[in-house]
Each structure stands twice: as structure tokens, then as C-alpha cells.
């Protein structure tokens, strides 16, 4: 059971990327995905999630208007599409399970182990 986070890399401010996030050994469909980063010196930070059971999504206020999550179950994949990136976006950036089938309040507290993350950085 292991999640995968690609997709990283160097952008300008203003700039767009999509990160991706795989998972092998099990389906991604039962689950609430959530996209976690952490920036040097700073604590994680909850950043997505997408549910399992309707789809509903939540967004930190520091990237609500700017990302957007989506699931294609098809591939067993979900995806952050990431724009209008700023400094601030500088990170490294995890997906995990959420143990809960809803992004309800509170759900980065509920999150399984965190994949290998994937470093954006936003710079000019």
C-alpha cells in the first residue's frame, strides 16, 4: 500500500503546475484523499481533500481560488492542479489517505501514512 506524489518542480510566480498522486497496492475510490504540505521551518499544512463518498472538496484559505482538486478513478489517481502560484507556495507536498469518507472539519487530523512528497518551488 503506497501513495506517490509527482508532478513537482520550478515554477515563476503566477505559474501553473499539476501535481499528481498515485496509489499502488490498493483502490483509491474507498478512500478520502488529502494533499498535505510542509515548508522549511513550518509545520504541515492541510491543503485539499477530496471525499470518497460524493466527491465533495475543502480548501485552505491560503490556496482556496488557486487549486483545485480532482479524483480520476479510472486511473487511481488524484490530482491537485495548481495555479496562479506564489512563494508562499514553496513546498513539499504529500498526499495521504483520510480515514474518514468525508472531508469533514478536522480531517488533516485523520490521515494515514503520507506518501513520498514531490517539491514545488516558486521562484523567479
Known amino acids: 500500500v503506497q501513495l506517490q506524489a509527482s508532478g513537482g518542480g520550478l515554477v515563476q510566480p503566477g505559474g501553473s503546475l499539476r501535481l499528481s498522486c498515485a496509489a499502488s497496492?490498493?483502490?483509491?475510490?474507498?478512500?478520502?484523499i488529502g494533499w498535505f504540505r510542509q515548508a522549511p521551518g513550518k509545520g504541515p499544512e492541510g491543503v485539499s481533500c477530496?471525499?470518497?463518498?460524493?466527491?465533495?472538496?475543502y480548501y485552505a484559505d491560503s490556496v482556496k481560488g488557486r487549486f483545485t482538486i480532482s479524483r480520476d478513478n479510472a486511473e487511481n489517481t488524484v490530482y491537485l492542479q495548481m495555479n496562479s502560484l506564489k512563494p508562499e507556495d514553496t513546498a513539499v507536498y504529500y498526499c495521504?489517505?483520510?480515514?474518514?469518507?468525508?472531508?469533514?472539519?478536522?480531517?488533516?487530523?485523520?490521515?494515514?501514512?503520507w506518501g513520498q512528497g514531490t517539491l514545488v518551488t516558486v521562484s523567479s
Open positions: 477530496i471525499s470518497s463518498s460524493d466527491g465533495s472538496t
Open positions: 497496492g490498493f483502490t483509491l475510490d474507498y478512500y478520502a
Open positions: 495521504a489517505t483520510i480515514l474518514r469518507p468525508r472531508c469533514t472539519t478536522g480531517w488533516g487530523r485523520d490521515s494515514g501514512p
